[in-house]
């Protein structure tokens, strides 16, 4: 049972362009979501997260988007740049705060982008 | 700051040893590690829960006799997979984190493979 969906497994973009990656949750106590970033062979480096309380968090290139009614959220990468190729994976947490919490991950989106 | 790491970065055992891998957050005190395990093109899949100077919790379907987890101080947990088998051979990745923190720190993760 997969509560967090990434179903694009590839996503190839033209540098300067926008990327947007795509992510739809089913467990409705999820609270905050996150997105982390992975080349081959390496720990995930986080990116940029949001709470349930807010529908957008931008930081730098990166914007990320949360519609509750629809239980989906998206990254958006603009300008895309050639080192932004890396697997991106949504994550999501039903407990924030402190230090126990929980994540539970898609299966990632690779990035591919082309100079 | 934040920085985590794991040992070994990669190792090869014969079916029926055990390997013990190492995570280390080198320069802040983690309250609460977690493990997780990543199979080719899947999601990474958390394991258990570590609090340290307590038992793990591990999630539905892990093995608490063969994935020992040690959390026996604030800045070293070790996972070990015992009587390894071919099964087990995958990316298992740990992350840190504290109540000074939103978010988890991941290693660079560990490939296991198992003769």
């Known amino acids: 049972d997969q509560q967090v969906k990434q179903n694009s497994p590839s996503l190839s973009v033209q540098e300067g362009r926008i990327s947007i990656l795509n992510c739809d949750y089913t467990?409705?106590?999820?609270?905050?979501f996150l997105w982390y970033k992975k080349y081959p062979a390496e720990g995930p480096t986080f990116l940029i997260s949001?709470?349930?309380?807010?529908d957008k968090n931008e930081d730098g290139r990166f914007t990320v988007f949360l519609n509750k009614s629809a239980k989906h959220l998206s990254l958006h990468i603009v300008p895309s740049q050639p080192g932004d190729s890396a697997v991106y994976f949504c994550?999501?947490?039903?407990?924030?705060?402190?230090?126990?919490?929980?994540?539970?991950f898609g299966k990632g989106t690779l990035l591919t982008v082309n100079p | 700051g934040a920085v985590v790491s794991q040992h070994p970065s990669w190792v090869i055992c014969k079916s029926g040893t055990s390997v013990k891998i190492e995570c280390r957050s080198l320069?802040?005190?983690?309250?609460?590690m977690f493990w997780y395990r990543q199979f080719p093109k899947q999601s990474l899949m958390l394991m258990a829960t570590?609090?340290?100077?307590?038992?793990?919790?591990?999630e539905q379907g892990v093995e608490k006799d063969k994935f020992l987890i040690n959390h026996a101080s604030l800045t070293l947990s070790t996972l070990t997979v015992t009587s390894a088998h071919p099964e087990d051979s995958s990316f298992y990745i740990c992350?840190?984190?504290?109540?000074?923190?939103?978010?988890?720190?991941f290693g660079p993760g560990t490939r296991l493979t198992v003769l």
């Open positions: 320069d802040f005190q983690a309250t609460t």
């Open positions: 994550a999501a947490s039903a407990s924030r705060g402190g230090s126990n919490y929980k994540l539970t």
């Open positions: 467990n409705s106590m999820f609270d905050y």
């Open positions: 570590s609090n340290e100077g307590s038992k793990a919790t591990y």
């Open positions: 992350s840190a984190t504290d109540t000074d923190y939103n978010e988890q720190f």
């Open positions: 949001i709470s349930s309380i807010k």
